[in-house]
């Protein structure tokens, strides 16, 4: 029997002489002084289940605790002393049960530390051999309620992918499901009767400058939530269009009791949110080390914490995975369906979406109007899933009841949709999020050794795989050379804090404008200011694109406008100068590892100097192997002509 079942089922007899009633107060507290002589003798508060359970770590500034939240210590010195925290816990065992209604909140001093902590109390149960008999056992009604709501039999890993319109997706995003044990027979609709577990920040403001820098520096609490498994599928799938991979991981029934009981203790305590470092990829991971300290996973997570990173870190563990899964996202679906639609029929989705009442041909086969009608209901839903399902836009609801009305006046079934699954879009089999270049460098006659350097995550010249294929978001890149001349001179020539361009295709029923922003600095090339000044540079702007040959070839242009702070003749002969003008490139994706990128742009800045800027860039990069790439890359602009080849370390 496993260690929950047999504490549910005392703590729901509890009261019963037998099950819940120490032997005496005498012996109790010879026990608890046995417990105690046990725990230091085997050093228990260093155990890493231990420290694991507290979510202490160890830094230059001695020992702490990420958690936040007083209510998640018994120890006035537990954030920062596991030691402490042990024995007040183990003290806190033994004091007197109490009945604890389900109108008692967890969170408060007042339930007792067995129902607080379940999973300290399993754990410390195991290593130290405590007597159920020597302690009062409470009725821990809410936490019973909890586990049988969840009805654990196994936890996977889901990774939602990319989401640049959501800057606190843009990475993409993990949470955990707990996959019930009832509900068989249902196939794959058994996962959506599921909860998922997700950590994110209690967000207080819209406004993005102020959401960066709470963000970055930890000025939002992050909690756990339970929320229905389809609510996520919903949010991720369905609103924002995101592909979901699943994986079961293979714990022991042991370490899946652990996980849950954690789960629940996590409820009572907050963390500080970190965008980069203690962020939902990172408090997942440390939920899973939690349960299963042996494996090694906080050792192996870096700074900063990317989502993807952290399913290669679970993927690359020996014997966690058992098993992977996909969900494609309801855009996913919707292109897999007008997939083999002819020309005429696409017209007829996009005018049935607008009007459920458009004629279709009468001498349309069954076949035929049932594919486009089915294409026309998954249009409305993308267009309007969350219209439909917060029933905001009766109109919109209307339209869907309509076309489902006229599908099933044709008696006859759709076919199965299949999708298939995109192995190369796997997050873990991505390049490396960060990057090293070398190579030599040729600008205007003088020759250098070019240095590149990001933190993370894509652009959109490096080997797609993994990634979205016409997306791109790099966060603390940089690019210097040194010169080989006698006096060695180090330029840099551009620095981006962050830098995305979002490429969005026009089709016949998608209509989302392209965009980019970047925000760093850059080495001034033209007459406009001193030689290799270094300026403050931030930039927006927004276009249209189109793409074909499954999105092999894009093309897209944008109308830019871009500022610059620095050593300029800018306006008003001050150190600003601003800019706008049209911008815009190729992309030809020529093999699955080969990638060809062509810009340019044209700044036009009225009453500075100069009056215009140009630039064009080239570049041809080959993946040799998954984290390695060759790159012949070209830049010309007013005042210079470069050309690198540059040999790329993805890590």
């Known amino acids: 029997m496993g260690a929950v079942v047999l504490l549910l089922a005392l703590w729901l007899s509890a009261g019963a002489a037998s099950a819940g009633e120490p032997a005496s107060v005498a012996a109790s507290a010879e026990h ?9 003798e085997q050093d228990v508060a260093a155990s890493a289940q231990w420290l694991r359970l507290g979510h202490w770590r160890t830094g230059l500034l001695g020992t702490r605790s990420e958690a936040d939240g007083e209510n998640f210590f018994l120890s006035p010195d537990g954030p920062r002393d596991p030691q402490s925290e042990l024995r007040a816990t183990l003290e806190a065992f033994f004091e007197p049960g109490a009945e604890e209604t389900a109108a008692e909140d967890p969170k408060l001093p007042f339930a007792h530390a067995i129902c607080r902590f379940p999973a300290r109390f399993i754990f410390l149960r195991k290593v130290l051999d405590i007597d159920l008999t020597m302690l009062a056992v409470p009725r821990c009604q809410r936490f019973s309620d909890f586990y049988q709501d969840l009805d654990p039999e196994s936890a996977t890993l889901v990774f939602s992918s990319y989401y640049l319109n959501n800057p606190s997706s843009a990475f993409g995003h993990t949470f955990l499901r707990i996959n019930k044990r009832s509900g068989g027979g ?70 899946l009791e652990i996980l849950v009981a954690h789960l629940w203790e996590l409820g009572s305590t907050y963390f500080d949110y970190y965008y980069f470092t203690e962020n939902c990829s990172y408090h997942i991971i440390g939920v899973l080390a939690a349960a299963a300290p042996d494996v090694g996973l906080m050792d192996r997570m870096r700074t900063p914490v990317i989502p993807a990173d952290t399913v290669k870190v679970v993927v690359q563990t020996p014997g966690l995975v058992r098993e992977v899964d996909y969900r494609p996202s309801l855009r996913t679906q919707f292109e897999a369906r007008t997939a083999g639609l002819d020309a005429e029929q696409r017209e007829r989705v996009a005018a049935l979406a607008a009007n459920p009442e458009a004629v279709l041909a009468p001498e349309w086969s069954p076949e035929r109007a049932i594919a486009t009608l089915d294409a026309a209901a998954d249009l409305v839903d993308l267009r309007h899933a969350k219209e439909l399902l917060r029933k905001t836009d009766p109109g919109v609801a209307e339209r869907k009841r309509r076309l489902l009305e006229r599908r099933s006046e044709i008696r006859s079934p759709s076919p199965v949709l299949q999708v298939a699954e995109p192995s190369d879009k796997m997050p873990q089999v991505a390049h490396g999020s960060r990057r090293l270049g070398l190579g030599p460098s040729l600008a205007n006659g003088s020759k250098a050794l070019a240095v590149g350097f990001r933190m993370s995550l894509h652009d959109l010249a490096d080997p797609s795989d993994g990634y979205p294929e016409l997306s791109q978001i790099e966060m603390g890149a940089l690019r210097f050379r040194i010169t080989d001349e006698s006096n060695a001179r180090f330029i840099l020539d551009d620095f981006a804090a962050v830098r995305i361009l979002s490429i969005n295709p026009i089709d016949r029923f998608t209509r989302l404008p392209s965009w980019t922003v970047s925000l760093g600095a850059r080495s001034v090339r033209d007459s406009g200011g001193c030689r290799d000044c270094l300026a403050a540079s931030g930039r927006f702007g927004a276009g249209l694109a189109g793409a074909w040959h499954d999105e092999a070839v894009a093309l897209f242009g944008r109308i830019d406008a871009r500022a610059e702070a620095g050593a300029l003749e800018g306006i008003a002969d001050g150190p600003v100068r601003a800019g706008f003008g049209p911008a815009g490139g190729l992309r030809w994706r020529i093999d699955r590892r080969l990638v060809f990128l062509a810009t340019g742009e044209w700044l036009y800045h009225p009453g500075q100097h100069p009056r215009s ?26 005042e210079e002509r470069r050309a690198e080849l540059l040999l790329y370390l993805y890590l």
């Open 32 to 40: 608890l002084a046995l417990l105690l002589r046990r725990a230091q």
């Open 186 to 255: 249902l196939g794959k609709r058994k996962e959506l009767l599921d909860y998922g577990i997700d950590f994110s920040a209690t967000v207080d403001t819209d406004n993005a400058l102020i959401y960066t820098f709470k963000g970055l520096f930890g000025f939002f609490p992050g909690s756990f939530h339970r929320l229905p498994y389809y609510y996520k599928v919903r949010q991720y799938g369905d609103f924002e269009s995101r592909d979901l991979w699943a994986y079961e991981l293979n714990l022991t029934t042991e370490q």
């Open 613 to 638: 800027l140009w630039q064009t860039d080239a570049i041809l990069r080959w993946g040799l192997r998954r984290n390695w790439a060759l790159s012949l890359e070209s830049s010309a602009q007013h």
